[in-house]
């Protein structure tokens, strides 16, 4: 099978996952939908069983090692957004879980809901919201109009498309890993016998899932950043 076979196999696939009757037509709800719940149920599940019973005193290993874990990932968070920022940080570790355990939802067999443009358009959309509205708080809605002409006037038509490409960056960067990791992978699986593809399954479905994750969340607090300070 040629790249491009594969590629249109990958993007021109029917992404509808249940076909509902609406009317006189159908209402499409599609595959990332569905596993973004099964993600959103798997997390929430794993939150209510790791805090189950937390204590202020005579504390558990299993609470000592998610306080661990938490303050650990809290300090770095909180060094990529700085002091002004650090309110921001949950919506930070939210998009984080939730990217990271996309990504490497192809271990199961399922496919990730950030091959979905439209996921990744609707991270990157939040995400810039969230951003120009911590300037906006920061600066009041004056400042952060003027801070479109600074530090000179001249590059206001710049700022107002850096605007634009901020999230279309976002959007396309964590897209396009997501897809070329996946185009690599089902190549790997076509050439090499079944069980050879499994240590680069590991690297391109965890290792790579978590890198890809990671830049999204620390473009977004660096955004954030910029627009506090």
Same mark, same amino acid.
């Given at each position: 099978?040629? $790249?491009?076979?594969?590629?249109?196999?990958?993007?021109?696939?029917?992404? +509808?996952?249940?076909?509902?009757?609406?009317?006189?037509?159908?209402?499409? @709800?599609?595959?990332?939908?569905?596993?973004? #719940?099964?993600?959103?149920? =798997?997390?929430?599940?794993?939150?209510?069983?790791?805090?189950?019973?937390?204590?202020?005193?005579?504390?558990?290993?299993?609470? +000592?090692?998610?306080?661990?874990?938490?303050? #650990?990932?809290?300090?770095?968070?909180?060094?990529?957004?700085? !002091?002004?920022?650090?309110?921001?940080?949950?919506?930070?570790?939210?998009?984080?879980?939730?990217?990271?355990?996309?990504?490497?939802?192809?271990?199961?067999?399922? @496919?990730?809901?950030?091959? !979905?443009?439209?996921?990744?358009?609707?991270?990157?959309?939040?995400? @810039? $919201?969230?951003?120009?509205?911590?300037? $906006?708080?920061?600066?009041?809605?004056?400042? #952060?109009?003027?801070?479109?002409?600074?530090?000179?006037?001249?590059?206001?038509?710049?700022?107002?498309?850096?605007? +634009?490409?901020?999230?279309?960056?976002?959007?396309?960067?964590?897209?396009?890993?997501? @897809?070329? +990791?996946?185009?690599?992978?089902?190549?790997?699986?076509?050439?090499?016998?079944? =069980?050879?593809?499994?240590?680069?399954?590991?690297?391109?479905?965890?290792?790579?899932?978590? $890198?890809q994750a990671y830049v999204f969340v620390f473009l977004t607090s660096l955004y954030i950043k910029e627009a506090v300070e």
């Amino acid at each position: 099978m040629s $790249i491009k076979e594969l590629l249109n196999e990958i993007l021109l696939k029917d992404k +509808a996952f249940i076909h509902l009757p609406f009317g006189d037509g159908k209402y499409d @709800i599609y595959e990332s939908v569905v596993v973004t #719940w099964i993600i959103m149920a =798997v997390i929430l599940v794993a939150l209510l069983v790791l805090t189950r019973d937390f204590k202020v005193h005579n504390i558990s290993k299993r609470q +000592a090692a998610v306080e661990t874990f938490v303050g #650990w990932l809290r300090g770095i968070v909180g060094g990529m957004l700085g !002091d002004e920022g650090e309110r921001y940080a949950d919506y930070i570790f939210t998009v984080l879980f939730y990217i990271a355990f996309s990504n490497m939802v192809g271990l199961f067999g399922f @496919i990730p809901p950030t091959m !979905d443009i439209n996921v990744t358009a609707s991270l990157s959309l939040m995400s @810039i $919201i969230l951003v120009e509205a911590a300037g $906006i708080r920061k600066k009041g809605t004056r400042g #952060w109009l003027k801070s479109f002409a600074q530090p000179m006037a001249v590059v206001l038509p710049m700022n107002i498309m850096e605007l +634009a490409i901020r999230p279309l960056s976002l959007c396309m960067r964590l897209f396009g890993n997501i @897809i070329g +990791a996946t185009v690599i992978m089902e190549l790997i699986k076509h050439l090499l016998p079944v =069980v050879l593809p499994v240590p680069f399954c590991l690297y391109f479905d965890i290792f790579d899932g978590l $890198i890809q994750a990671y830049v999204f969340v620390f473009l977004t607090s660096l955004y954030i950043k910029e627009a506090v300070e």
